[in-house]
């Protein structure tokens, strides 16, 4: 159990909209046919907006709405994918667009699951002296790495970015971290593939370069084994939850809200099912956006409380499996 309350959030949602039908246009699909299997009706990408972009007008929001200076800003940690630079980190991009002047920085790569682990990370530096205020970005430019040429793979991602700022309960508050379970399996790296830049430098003889070590030959673009990530993402989704509500000793009778991450409404929907809640729990909003991999949770999050769906002292469960593998669920009193 962490001393954590959600003080702010914010959240960038592209204008550029691209529909199901749209996509029938490039490549050989249909609306039925994507609906039914993602629950996805439209996505959002990028008009031009860089990944820095993106989260400095989420960060934006979340200030305005948590009442603070950006002085007071601690900590900035940026869970993103798809960065714009290798360095500087887009952490210190936003550091420096919003004038957070007073805050460290850093960029995380959980893929997916990136919010649950800030959020993780947040309640633990939050227990350090010192450190009061803490912003979590989570900013995607999916459409950077997406084949669009790729039927599978092009119909499922969207951009987008949302924050959330974190800080220290006041006596009284009900708010608090109550558990997070965080995992990764590795062995299973190769079912969801980006790659970075290749070894090309000029001493380098070419009968030393190293193959693929998951014969990934799609270069940056995103290759996916569908049924594995499936899988694997209805096993992770209700074992990571299941175990957080036991470790804060609470039954999934007494969650509010389940925010998974929004990957695809079938997986939801047979997570339900095995978990044994009530489906008018389980937050659902792929069919609008999109898959924006780490920036899902948090972009439903900041819905809900700007709509007043969320309220204070709700029991809310948060899951995001993704790349890496990786894997990890809150739960958390607003």
């Not at 960029?107 to 993780?120: E, I, P, S």
């Not at 925010?259 to 937050?283: G, L, W, Y």
């Amino acid at each position: 159990m962490f001393d954590l309350k959600i003080i702010g959030t914010g959240s960038f949602i592209p204008e550029t909209v691209v529909t199901n039908q749209m996509m029938t246009e490039i490549v050989e699909t249909s609306d039925e046919w994507i609906t039914s299997r993602t629950g996805i009706s439209e996505r959002r990408l990028s008009s031009g907006e860089p990944t820095w972009y993106m989260g400095a007008q989420a960060a934006r929001k979340a200030l305005e709405a948590s009442g603070l200076d950006p002085l007071d800003i601690d900590m900035i940690v940026v869970t993103t994918i798809t960065p714009d630079y290798y360095t500087p980190s887009t952490s210190c991009i936003i550091q420096d667009e919003i004038g957070a002047k007073k805050a460290f920085c850093f960029d995380m790569n959980a893929a997916c699951t990136g919010f649950v682990y800030a959020l993780d990370m947040a309640g633990r530096y939050l227990s350090t002296p010192g450190i009061n205020n803490i912003l979590i970005v989570a900013a995607e430019n999916i459409s950077k790495i997406v084949d669009y040429s790729d039927r599978s793979t092009c119909v499922l991602f969207g951009d987008g970015a949302s924050a959330a700022i974190v800080s220290h309960a006041q006596p009284g508050d009900e708010s608090k971290l109550l558990s997070t379970v965080l995992g990764a399996e590795g062995e299973g790296g190769r079912v969801l593939v980006s790659a970075a830049l290749e070894l090309k430098h000029p001493f380098v003889p070419a009968d030393k370069v190293w193959p693929d070590r998951f014969n990934h030959t799609a270069g940056h673009y995103i290759a996916m084994v569908g049924q594995d990530v499936y899988k694997f993402a209805v096993r992770s989704m209700t074992d990571s939850i299941m175990q957080a509500a036991e470790k804060a000793n609470i039954s999934l009778d007494e969650l509010h809200f389940i925010v998974p991450h929004q990957a695809n409404s079938r997986i939801v929907e047979a997570a339900t099912k095995r978990m044994k809640v009530d489906p008018a729990i389980m937050i659902q909003r792929m069919q609008d956006f999109g898959n924006t991999s780490s920036a899902s949770i948090p972009i439903c999050l900041d819905e809900m409380i700007r709509d007043g769906k969320l309220k204070r002292g709700d029991k809310v469960a948060i899951s995001g499996f993704g790349g890496g593998l990786t894997y990890g669920a809150a739960i958390f009193i607003y």
